[in-house]
């Protein structure tokens, strides 16, 4: 999904510096609540005409490979009936919670 928008955008997400727009923490949640959670979330950011949203998700227990949700949002959106709406998924940068949530980059409402 990365090669959806250009080198500068992604370069800019990348290093932190792009601007989000809104945030939702599902750390802590089970998978279904999770699960309702985001789409809610990204119909509502669609509807807003957000661009860049930042999902966190924890990072989850190392020792098997991260957490379920870390590991299951990204399948969740490409997936999901709003995936049409997502130009890309990027992991976050450190300062907005590294491997432990991601930025999905919206596409412009015409």
């Known amino acids: 999904?990365?090669?959806a928008v250009d080198g500068q955008t992604l370069d800019r997400l990348r290093r932190g510096g792009a601007a989000v727009e809104a945030r939702i923490d599902l750390h802590g949640l089970d998978q279904n609540a999770a699960f309702a959670a985001l789409m809610e979330f990204i119909e509502k950011s669609?509807?807003?005409g957000r661009r860049t949203v930042l999902v966190i998700t924890g990072k989850?227990?190392?020792s098997r490979g991260g957490g379920v949700l870390r590991r299951s949002v990204p399948q969740w959106l490409k997936a999901s009936p709003?995936?049409?709406h997502i130009l890309t998924i990027v992991?976050?940068?450190i300062t907005h919670g590294g491997e432990g949530a991601i930025?999905?980059?919206l596409r412009r409402r015409r």
């Open 1 to 3: 999904m990365p090669g």
């Open 46 to 48: 669609v509807r807003s």
């Open 60 to 62: 989850g227990a190392a």
């Open 82 to 84: 709003l995936a049409a």
């Open 91 to 93: 992991p976050a940068h």
């Open 103 to 105: 930025y999905v980059v």
